[in-house]
């Protein structure tokens, strides 16, 4: 029997698709090691910065399978989407949330270069320095357990092929 009501079912939207693999990388940003023994600060500002630097490995790998750049921009939809959502609960209203969502925007294209850098480079350091401590030298301890964790993500996510960390639920390292 055919149904008027399909008319009006709206399309299921394509970037809940990588809701799984958004989510992976918000509970792998928040990971206490971060804020303890990393001490980067646990502040809006620095749980931003950690969402946007994991996120930033996660599109560089993603970009390394140009079969999967739709995957890449879903989910760079999916962060601003969130941020969007994130600035309203706080209370911020509607002439300021787009603003607000571009200058993060902003600031996450700027950290998808500055995180190009090597492993263990002093550019890296540099980058890793200015956006997660606002430029203030970090405890050495914390510096060191950034780095490291950041080497580890990147040598998981390299292991992972990209068609599976595209549906991925968890990132490689993360506990269970």
Known sequence: ?????????????????RRPLWNAVVAAARAPHWYLAGQ?????????????????LVLHRIDDDPDQALAGVELTELFVADMDGQMRQIGFGDMVVGKQVGRMVGALGGRLGAY?????????????????WRGKAPPAEGL???????????TGLAAMPVADLVVADRLPGEAT
């Open 1 to 17: 029997m055919f149904s008027i009501s399909k008319f009006f079912r709206s399309a299921p939207d394509p970037r809940e698709a």
């Open 40 to 56: 980067v600060p646990d502040t809006l500002d620095g749980r931003f910065d950690m969402v946007s630097l994991v996120l930033a």
């Open 116 to 132: 190009r850098a090597p492993d263990g480079s002093a550019a890296l350091e540099e980058a890793l320095v200015r956006n997660l």
């Open 144 to 154: 060191a357990h950034v780095m490291a964790a950041v080497a580890a993500l990147r």
